[in-house]
């Protein structure tokens, strides 16, 4: 019976592989007001899987649908805004395509600038205090992620012993961050070259000390396992503070080891300890990342799911029910840890966004050391209004705004120009084909409002692509994206979409703290893609052959990496919800009556009835779902 319904599947891909079938099919699906966006999104991401070996059948579908979309946003009141979303087949279906024609550029070409943007990002927030709870950090380019308190941060030398290493290593931490910082930072530096996926985690290792006074049942004398929360950790009332070094008094220079966490660790012990005394227990475990980030070792409709980012953020992490990275905050919530800003009695009554503890001072400078936290002095919280930040945060915003700009313009310089200089031998065919083609369009319909073409382009490309790249650099590379980072590169991101406007935004005092930001480097970004677009449309036709080439190289590298029949099973359920509807728009189309194609469908779907007859399914009004035809075969066999 398996073997049967493979043979129709196979069917079905013949059926796929015909232009006038998979044009009409496409059509009928999106009239139906049932056929939500998700729905639209899995079926352009299916038909994607099943064309990613016939990449240049692909790209006349691509090429057809996009003619027809262009004739009605023609006749629409707003022809600009054509792509600017991701909502019908056509949409998701560009970027998967995009996607695939990108891969080889982005790797061997571009994609070096944009980790070294990602990285410099980094590095800059980790040099100064980061809240472990809030994700505030005092070197931010977003003000909704900027630490507004004036932390004391002395910097402390760890040298970090381990058996495996051939040398110490030397990581630069601060007194103020918490254990679970202090071992990320080490675990970067010890393996700096090795992808975050096969990484040991955070959670897996214990951070030894190795303090020559101190030891603990079960470890080396003079070591003393550090934790974020144990025994010694200080309290007040409900709220609980996580330790930092300064904490356990590490100043200056530190022998640390990063040891596997054993069940029967101290650290255990003393967890069970702070359990028993009525505090936060951390315990569980989340499971081990995905270890391909790959794209193209990811179902392409899952793609969006953001791959990297593997653990929760810490705000969950040190919420008090479910243990590590548990759940939100309830009711019953008896313990909340901060880590600089004491959270007020609104957060303490589970106000906030799944247990968190966020309330800083946007009002006066709150008194701290390196060992105390900061407290609110009456000021508004940190979700107020972008109006209300006052000027000495707007001038930390642009020192580190400073600071990574070259990293910006070097990463936005790249991928506005044409590499391979004036013959653009590196500029992938794709792009070249695409932009030509809606240059044509334009031309053939005496389109005089060059802001329309403008808008296309940015809509097809820049905006479709970079801008998800720019957002979510774990979608391409093997790394973890912290909340904070996040901030920041959507501020990055904010700023390359105003560049791709022609628009000059006005700006005020009342202005985003994100328009502010870049407002005097857009007008040269700007000017970049106006560059590079006629760069584009100045280089030599990519010629039939060419593109041919082109995409039979890239059909060639995709193959075996998807289950075609699995992908086609999937489709195949959209078929039989819109069955009717399939094959009334069949039966009007004359190139599909020609072709009999209703017919083939027809045929198709009663050699799969029989085995979903139990389920009560007529042929002639709704053939079997999928589901029923899997039930009908599990019957059978």
Request: hydrophobic share 35%.
């Amino acid at each position: 019976a398996r073997s049967d319904l493979d043979t129709a599947m196979l069917q079905f891909e013949h059926l796929v592989n015909n232009k006038w079938f998979l044009l009409t099919f496409i059509e009928a699906l999106e009239r139906q007001k049932s056929f939500t966006v998700e729905d639209r999104m899995n079926t352009a991401s299916l038909i994607m899987i099943v064309l990613m070996t016939k990449m240049e059948y692909c790209t006349d579908i691509l090429r057809c649908l996009l003619l027809r979309q262009i004739e009605k946003s023609l006749s629409s009141k707003n022809p600009a805004t054509m792509l600017s979303r991701t909502e019908t087949i056509l949409e998701k279906l560009l970027s998967n395509w995009l996607a695939l024609c990108l891969y080889d550029y982005m790797k061997d070409y571009a994609g070096s600038s944009l980790f070294v943007l990602f990285k410099a990002i980094k590095f800059q927030i980790e040099k100064g205090p980061v809240d472990a709870v809030t994700h505030d950090a005092r070197y931010s380019l977003s003000e909704e992620k900027l630490l507004r308190e004036q932390i004391v941060a002395n910097t402390v030398l760890c040298r970090v012993v381990q058996e495996e290493l051939e040398e110490e290593v030397v990581v630069r931490v601060l007194d103020c961050d918490t254990i679970s910082q202090v071992k990320a930072k080490i675990l970067d530096a010890v393996y700096k070259n090795t992808p975050f996926s096969l990484r040991p985690r955070v959670e897996e290792v214990d951070l030894e000390w190795r303090c020559g006074q101190y030891s603990q049942p079960g470890t080396p004398a003079g070591t003393l396992v550090l934790q974020d929360v144990d025994i010694t950790s200080k309290t007040e009332g409900t709220c609980g503070r996580l330790n930092t070094l300064a904490h356990y008094g590490l100043k200056e220079k530190a022998i640390v080891s990063l040891v596997p966490k054993q069940l029967d660790s101290p650290s255990q012990h003393i967890y069970q300890a702070v359990s028993l005394s009525g505090h936060q227990t951390l315990r569980g475990a989340v499971p081990p990342p995905p270890q391909n980030s790959n794209i193209y070792q990811q179902p392409i409709y899952a793609a969006g799911g953001g791959g990297g980012n593997i653990l929760p953020p810490y705000g969950t992490m040190y919420s008090a029910t479910g243990g590590v990275y548990g759940g939100a905050a309830t009711s019953n919530l008896h313990e909340q840890f901060y880590h600089f800003v004491k959270p007020d009695h609104h957060q303490l009554s589970g106000t906030t966004t799944g247990g968190t503890a966020r309330g800083t001072t946007t009002g006066g400078t709150a008194n701290s050391t390196s060992n105390s936290t900061s407290t609110n002095s009456g000021g508004t919280s940190s979700n107020s209004s972008h109006k209300q930040i006052p000027e000495i945060f707007l001038t930390r915003l642009l020192s580190t705004k400073g600071t990574v700009q070259k990293f910006v313009d070097d990463f936005f310089g790249t991928i506005l120009k044409v590499p391979g200089g004036g013959g653009g031998s590196k500029l992938p065919a794709p792009v070249k084909w695409l932009f030509d083609l809606l240059d044509d369009v334009a031309s053939q319909h005496n389109l005089l409002n060059t802001e329309i073409l403008h808008s296309w382009k940015s809509n097809s490309l820049p905006l479709r692509i970079w801008i998800n790249f720019i957002k979510n650099p774990d979608f391409i590379f093997d790394v973890k994206k912290t909340d904070t980072v996040d901030s920041c590169l959507s501020v990055i991101a904010q700023t390359f979409m105003d560049s791709c406007s022609l628009h000059e935004n006005i700006l005020g005092k009342d202005s985003p703290s994100t328009k502010l930001l870049f407002a005097k480097d857009i007008p040269l970004y700007r000017q970049l893609v106006i560059d590079y677009y006629g760069e584009v449309r100045r280089l030599p036709q990519v010629t039939d052959q060419e593109l041919s080439f082109h995409l039979q190289q890239l059909s060639s590298q995709h193959a075996q990496q998807f289950d075609n029949t699995v992908a086609l099973k999937e489709l195949y359920v959209y078929v039989s919800k819109y069955y009717g509807e399939i094959m009334q728009s069949l039966n009007e189309n004359i190139n599909c009556r020609n072709q009999r194609l209703a017919g083939r469908l027809q045929n198709l779907a009663m050699s799969l009835y029989p085995l979903a007859g139990a389920a009560g399914a007529s042929p002639h009004h709704h053939p079997a779902s999928y589901a029923q035809q899997q039930q009908a075969y599990t019957m059978h066999t």
